[in-house]
């Protein structure tokens, strides 16, 4: 507790150093063409504005399902400083965990923050390795372990990769807009074995990763998006989103690609509407999406300052389960700033 104490008062100390206005950030673009090359790309880049790595799964417990997120954020704030002082915000790191258990009824979460510093908080250029004091992800070989001290429950994972990532888009360049900088570089590792222990009990499942950095990943107009990975039963996997306008509609959607919403649900908490049930459509093929509870909201104001629905859902084709994954819809209690 006196280490996560130090970590906020770092946090919230003043910028004294000459402000954001002094020196602005110029942030490199995403560029089509650029080879992504590992391991080197499975870990942080610093120089770009907005990157994170995204884990969730489907596990079971005493042969219950119970859907987890693990999430750690890196962000470059938006000005330059040549103070040598460790206070200096550099880098922030951000961390979201997630348990969705039919018997709780709601999402069990918490967040991290922290500035990187002090063995506190960081995230290594080499390969994946982010932590925030005792939260941590790294990637060891072909093997992703994460570490969760959350408040409300304890998450230790092995997540076993037995395939080469999945670039999205374009080799790895994922077009968000009709700009040249709407974009991010993204890859996949889906069809994670999971194993390891929930609140001291064993868990075992299937799990999906996405990391994914860029430095202007929404347009002004846009409001969020709709994102879904899907790992099927037959082996194979999808990931599909669409990034909705401010004025209602689809501001951008790779081509072939729509969401329809078939139900939604109203947080007791928020009054936010979600289509927690979806109709994703892919070249032809249609999958529907059913959530495995339906309050997978996640208030995450106090970290990342938005509240939005990540929720692990079945995935149907004419009638029948074929698969499971992660829903996750943004912008729909307020558009969405990153």
Same mark, same amino acid.
């Given at each position: ?18 402000? &954001? !206005? ?8 995403v ?20 990157? =994170?790595?995204?884990?969730?799964? =489907? ?9 987890f ?6 962000? #470059? ?5 040549a ?13 979201? !965990? %997630? ?15 922290? #500035? ?14 982010? =932590?925030i004091?005792d ?13 969760i ?10 997540? !076993? ?8 888009? !374009? ?8 700009? %040249? ?6 890859? @996949? ?40 990975? $899907? ?11 669409? /990034? ?17 919403? $078939?139900?939604?649900?109203? @947080? &007791? ?37 938005? /509240?939005?629905?990540?929720g %692990?859902? #079945?995935?149907?084709?004419?009638g029948?389960?074929?698969? #499971? ?14």
């Open positions: 507790m006196r280490r996560r104490a130090f970590m906020l008062a770092a946090l919230a100390m003043p910028l004294a150093y000459g402000g &954001p !206005a002094a020196h602005p950030t110029v942030y490199p673009q560029k089509r063409g650029t080879r992504l090359r590992f391991p080197r790309d499975h870990g942080a880049h610093p120089e770009y504005r907005t990157e =994170w790595w995204y884990a969730t799964g =489907w596990l079971e417990r005493r042969g219950a399902p119970i859907g997120q693990v999430t750690f954020f890196r962000a #470059r704030p938006p000005w330059n400083t103070n040598p002082s460790t206070f200096a915000p550099r880098q922030v790191l951000l961390a979201h !965990a %997630a348990i969705a258990d039919p018997v709780h009824g709601r999402l069990k979460h918490d967040a991290r923050a922290a #500035r990187e510093g002090f063995a506190l908080a960081g995230a290594s250029t080499r390969t994946t390795e982010a =932590w004091d939260w941590r992800l790294e990637l060891q070989g072909d093997v992703y372990r994460t570490k001290a959350a408040s409300g429950f304890d998450l230790e994972l092995e997540l !076993a990769a037995s395939r080469a990532p999945l670039l999205q888009g !374009a080799s790895g360049f994922s077009r968000k807009g009709p700009r %040249a900088g709407e974009a991010s570089y993204y890859y @996949s590792r889906s069809h994670l074995e999971a194993s390891g222990t929930l609140d001291g009990e064993a868990v075992r499942g299937s799990a999906w990763l996405d990391h994914e950095w860029s430095s202007q990943y929404l347009a002004p107009e846009a409001s969020g998006w709709d994102w879904c990975g $899907l790992n099927f039963d037959d082996g194979t996997a999808l990931m599909a989103f669409r /990034i909705r306008a401010r004025k209602g509609g689809v501001y951008y959607a790779p081509e072939g690609v729509a969401f329809t919403p $078939l139900r939604t649900w109203r @947080s &007791p908490r928020t009054g936010v509407d979600y289509p927690v049930a979806m109709r994703v459509e892919v070249n032809g093929h249609s999958y529907e999406l059913e959530p495995l509870m339906d309050d997978q909201e996640l208030d995450a104001r106090a970290s990342t300052g938005t /509240i939005y629905w990540e %692990a859902v #079945r995935v149907r084709q004419a029948r389960e074929v698969g #499971r994954g992660y829903l996750e819809l943004t912008g729909y209690w307020r558009p969405m700033t990153l």
